[in-house]
Protein backbone atom coordinates (compact mmCIF):
# COMPACT_ATOMS: atom_id res chain seq x y z
CA UNK A 1 0.00 0.00 0.00
CA UNK A 2 0.95 3.72 -0.52
CA UNK A 3 2.52 5.08 2.29
CA UNK A 4 -0.68 7.53 3.40
CA UNK A 5 -1.59 7.88 6.65
CA UNK A 6 -4.86 10.04 7.69
CA UNK A 7 -5.15 11.36 10.49
CA UNK A 8 -7.40 11.63 13.03
CA UNK A 9 -9.77 8.48 11.62
CA UNK A 10 -12.82 9.87 13.22
CA UNK A 11 -14.12 13.03 14.87
CA UNK A 12 -17.19 14.51 16.23
CA UNK A 13 -17.24 18.57 16.65
CA UNK A 14 -19.90 20.95 16.84
CA UNK A 15 -21.05 23.84 14.16
CA UNK A 16 -18.87 26.66 14.32
CA UNK A 17 -15.54 25.33 16.05
CA UNK A 18 -12.34 24.43 13.71
CA UNK A 19 -11.22 21.33 12.30
CA UNK A 20 -8.03 20.37 11.12
CA UNK A 21 -7.40 17.50 9.19
CA UNK A 22 -3.80 15.83 8.41
CA UNK A 23 -2.48 14.13 6.00
CA UNK A 24 0.97 12.62 5.52
CA UNK A 25 2.94 10.89 2.92
CA UNK A 26 6.07 8.70 3.01
CA UNK A 27 6.06 8.63 -0.82
CA UNK A 28 7.73 11.93 -1.88
CA UNK A 29 5.07 12.77 -4.39
CA UNK A 30 4.16 15.87 -5.87
CA UNK A 31 1.27 15.77 -5.62
CA UNK A 32 -1.26 15.66 -2.99
CA UNK A 33 -5.44 16.15 -3.18
CA UNK A 34 -8.20 16.36 -0.64
CA UNK A 35 -11.58 15.14 -1.58
CA UNK A 36 -15.15 14.73 0.16
CA UNK A 37 -17.54 11.47 -0.49
CA UNK A 38 -21.01 11.87 -0.28
CA UNK A 39 -23.50 9.54 -0.96
CA UNK A 40 -24.44 9.87 -4.52
CA UNK A 41 -22.07 12.06 -5.23
CA UNK A 42 -18.75 9.80 -5.76
CA UNK A 43 -15.77 11.70 -4.36
CA UNK A 44 -15.37 15.38 -5.53
CA UNK A 45 -12.15 17.56 -4.98
CA UNK A 46 -12.01 20.16 -2.50
CA UNK A 47 -8.41 21.07 -3.02
CA UNK A 48 -4.93 19.79 -4.41
CA UNK A 49 -1.41 20.97 -4.13
CA UNK A 50 1.34 20.54 -7.06
CA UNK A 51 4.38 21.17 -4.67
CA UNK A 52 5.27 23.15 -1.34
CA UNK A 53 3.32 26.48 -0.74
CA UNK A 54 1.52 25.59 -4.30
CA UNK A 55 -2.26 24.70 -3.83
CA UNK A 56 -4.89 25.19 -6.01
CA UNK A 57 -8.85 25.20 -5.39
CA UNK A 58 -11.15 21.92 -6.89
CA UNK A 59 -15.21 22.04 -7.17
CA UNK A 60 -16.25 22.34 -3.84
CA UNK A 61 -13.90 24.33 -2.12
CA UNK A 62 -16.12 26.89 -0.37
CA UNK A 63 -15.64 26.44 3.60
CA UNK A 64 -12.26 24.89 3.11
CA UNK A 65 -8.21 26.07 3.08
CA UNK A 66 -5.10 24.32 3.07
CA UNK A 67 -1.46 24.17 3.61
CA UNK A 68 1.38 22.22 2.55
CA UNK A 69 4.74 23.36 4.65
CA UNK A 70 6.81 20.33 3.82
CA UNK A 71 6.43 17.91 0.74
CA UNK A 72 5.27 15.07 3.45
CA UNK A 73 2.04 16.86 4.78
CA UNK A 74 -1.29 18.31 3.60
CA UNK A 75 -3.55 20.03 6.07
CA UNK A 76 -7.06 20.73 5.35
CA UNK A 77 -9.04 23.26 7.38
CA UNK A 78 -12.88 24.06 8.09
CA UNK A 79 -12.27 27.53 9.80
CA UNK A 80 -16.00 27.46 10.92
CA UNK A 81 -17.42 23.69 10.83
CA UNK A 82 -21.47 23.23 9.35
CA UNK A 83 -23.54 20.45 9.14
CA UNK A 84 -23.06 20.38 5.15
CA UNK A 85 -19.63 19.62 6.19
CA UNK A 86 -20.16 16.16 7.39
CA UNK A 87 -18.62 13.80 5.15
CA UNK A 88 -15.85 11.22 4.81
CA UNK A 89 -12.65 12.88 3.82
CA UNK A 90 -10.26 10.49 1.66
CA UNK A 91 -6.73 12.46 0.96
CA UNK A 92 -5.04 11.05 -2.23
CA UNK A 93 -1.26 11.31 -4.08
CA UNK A 94 -0.01 11.25 -6.79
CA UNK A 95 3.71 11.95 -9.30
CA UNK A 96 1.26 13.70 -11.52
CA UNK A 97 1.08 13.66 -15.01
CA UNK A 98 -2.25 11.17 -15.36
CA UNK A 99 -0.49 8.81 -13.21
CA UNK A 100 -2.76 6.57 -10.61
CA UNK A 101 -3.98 8.23 -7.63
CA UNK A 102 -3.32 6.41 -4.54
CA UNK A 103 -5.63 7.27 -1.36
CA UNK A 104 -5.73 7.30 2.58
CA UNK A 105 -8.73 5.24 4.00
CA UNK A 106 -10.30 8.10 5.04
CA UNK A 107 -11.19 10.60 7.39
CA UNK A 108 -15.03 10.11 8.88
CA UNK A 109 -15.97 14.06 9.95
CA UNK A 110 -19.57 14.50 11.94
CA UNK A 111 -20.56 17.54 12.60
CA UNK A 112 -23.42 18.12 15.19
CA UNK B 1 -14.34 19.44 -16.04
CA UNK B 2 -15.70 16.06 -16.97
CA UNK B 3 -18.66 14.90 -16.23
CA UNK B 4 -18.50 10.96 -15.33
CA UNK B 5 -22.10 8.62 -15.56
CA UNK B 6 -22.35 5.38 -14.07
CA UNK B 7 -26.14 3.99 -15.49
CA UNK B 8 -25.97 1.80 -12.29
CA UNK B 9 -26.19 2.60 -8.75
CA UNK B 10 -26.48 -0.87 -7.40
CA UNK B 11 -25.94 -4.53 -9.06
CA UNK B 12 -26.86 -7.67 -7.54
CA UNK B 13 -25.51 -10.77 -8.86
CA UNK B 14 -25.25 -14.21 -7.90
CA UNK B 15 -22.16 -15.65 -6.98
CA UNK B 16 -20.13 -17.01 -10.55
CA UNK B 17 -22.24 -14.76 -12.92
CA UNK B 18 -20.39 -12.31 -14.69
CA UNK B 19 -21.26 -8.46 -14.02
CA UNK B 20 -21.06 -5.36 -16.19
CA UNK B 21 -20.73 -2.28 -14.72
CA UNK B 22 -21.41 0.36 -17.30
CA UNK B 23 -18.78 4.47 -17.26
CA UNK B 24 -19.75 7.09 -19.71
CA UNK B 25 -17.59 10.61 -19.71
CA UNK B 26 -18.47 13.55 -21.67
CA UNK B 27 -15.25 14.28 -23.67
CA UNK B 28 -14.12 12.59 -26.93
CA UNK B 29 -10.85 15.18 -25.63
CA UNK B 30 -7.48 12.09 -25.02
CA UNK B 31 -7.84 11.51 -21.27
CA UNK B 32 -7.16 8.82 -19.16
CA UNK B 33 -9.52 6.32 -17.38
CA UNK B 34 -9.38 4.45 -14.26
CA UNK B 35 -12.10 2.11 -11.96
CA UNK B 36 -11.46 2.01 -8.48
CA UNK B 37 -13.08 -0.03 -5.76
CA UNK B 38 -14.03 0.63 -1.96
CA UNK B 39 -14.82 -1.77 0.38
CA UNK B 40 -16.59 -1.14 3.26
CA UNK B 41 -14.99 1.62 5.73
CA UNK B 42 -11.64 1.34 3.52
CA UNK B 43 -9.98 3.91 0.83
CA UNK B 44 -10.17 3.27 -2.42
CA UNK B 45 -8.15 0.78 -4.41
CA UNK B 46 -6.96 0.89 -7.70
CA UNK B 47 -8.53 -2.02 -10.00
CA UNK B 48 -6.95 -1.04 -13.63
CA UNK B 49 -6.57 2.06 -15.79
CA UNK B 50 -6.15 2.85 -19.10
CA UNK B 51 -3.44 5.77 -20.24
CA UNK B 52 -2.93 4.56 -23.93
CA UNK B 53 -2.74 1.22 -25.98
CA UNK B 54 -4.69 -1.41 -26.53
CA UNK B 55 -8.54 -0.56 -25.75
CA UNK B 56 -8.85 -3.99 -23.62
CA UNK B 57 -7.32 -3.59 -19.89
CA UNK B 58 -6.71 -6.37 -17.62
CA UNK B 59 -6.84 -5.49 -13.85
CA UNK B 60 -6.70 -7.01 -10.02
CA UNK B 61 -9.09 -9.48 -9.21
CA UNK B 62 -9.88 -10.91 -12.93
CA UNK B 63 -11.47 -7.60 -13.62
CA UNK B 64 -11.37 -5.96 -16.98
CA UNK B 65 -12.35 -3.26 -18.66
CA UNK B 66 -12.97 -1.90 -22.52
CA UNK B 67 -12.16 1.49 -23.94
CA UNK B 68 -14.47 3.03 -26.28
CA UNK B 69 -13.39 6.35 -27.94
CA UNK B 70 -16.67 6.90 -29.99
CA UNK B 71 -18.91 6.05 -27.44
CA UNK B 72 -16.77 7.47 -24.87
CA UNK B 73 -17.37 4.89 -22.41
CA UNK B 74 -14.97 2.48 -19.94
CA UNK B 75 -16.95 -0.72 -18.89
CA UNK B 76 -15.86 -3.36 -16.37
CA UNK B 77 -16.41 -6.44 -16.28
CA UNK B 78 -15.69 -9.49 -14.51
CA UNK B 79 -16.67 -12.81 -16.03
CA UNK B 80 -17.34 -14.37 -12.34
CA UNK B 81 -18.00 -12.91 -9.47
CA UNK B 82 -16.92 -14.01 -5.73
CA UNK B 83 -18.50 -13.06 -2.58
CA UNK B 84 -15.63 -10.82 -2.18
CA UNK B 85 -16.60 -8.44 -4.58
CA UNK B 86 -19.04 -7.22 -2.71
CA UNK B 87 -18.30 -3.45 -2.93
CA UNK B 88 -18.79 -0.01 -4.22
CA UNK B 89 -16.93 0.60 -7.50
CA UNK B 90 -15.69 4.38 -9.11
CA UNK B 91 -14.85 5.40 -12.47
CA UNK B 92 -12.99 7.91 -13.03
CA UNK B 93 -11.46 10.41 -15.93
CA UNK B 94 -8.51 12.43 -15.75
CA UNK B 95 -7.79 15.27 -17.98
CA UNK B 96 -5.08 16.71 -19.23
CA UNK B 97 -6.24 20.23 -20.12
CA UNK B 98 -7.52 20.43 -16.64
CA UNK B 99 -4.65 19.81 -14.87
CA UNK B 100 -5.32 15.83 -15.24
CA UNK B 101 -8.40 16.79 -12.33
CA UNK B 102 -9.59 13.02 -11.77
CA UNK B 103 -13.61 13.74 -12.14
CA UNK B 104 -15.33 10.78 -10.29
CA UNK B 105 -19.31 9.00 -10.87
CA UNK B 106 -21.14 8.35 -8.73
CA UNK B 107 -20.34 4.76 -7.95
CA UNK B 108 -22.19 1.45 -8.31
CA UNK B 109 -22.68 -0.99 -5.62
CA UNK B 110 -22.41 -4.57 -6.29
CA UNK B 111 -23.78 -7.10 -4.40
CA UNK B 112 -23.02 -10.63 -4.33
CA UNK B 113 -25.41 -13.29 -3.48
CA UNK B 114 -24.71 -17.05 -2.71
Known amino acids: DAGITQSPRHKVTETGTPVTLR ?3 TENHRYMYWYRQDPGHGLRLIHYSYGVKDTDKGEVSDGYSVSRSKTEDFLLTLESATSSQTSVYFCA ?11 GDGTRLSIL | AQSVTQLDSQVPVFEEAPVELRCNYSSSVSVYLFWY ?3 PNQGLQLLLKYLSGSTLVKGINGFEAEFNKSQTSFHLRKPSVHISDTAEYFCAVSDPSNDYKLSFGAGTT ?4 A
Open chain 1, 23 to 25: CHQ
Open chain 1, 93 to 103: INQGGGQPQHF
Open chain 2, 37 to 39: VQY
Open chain 2, 110 to 113: VTVR
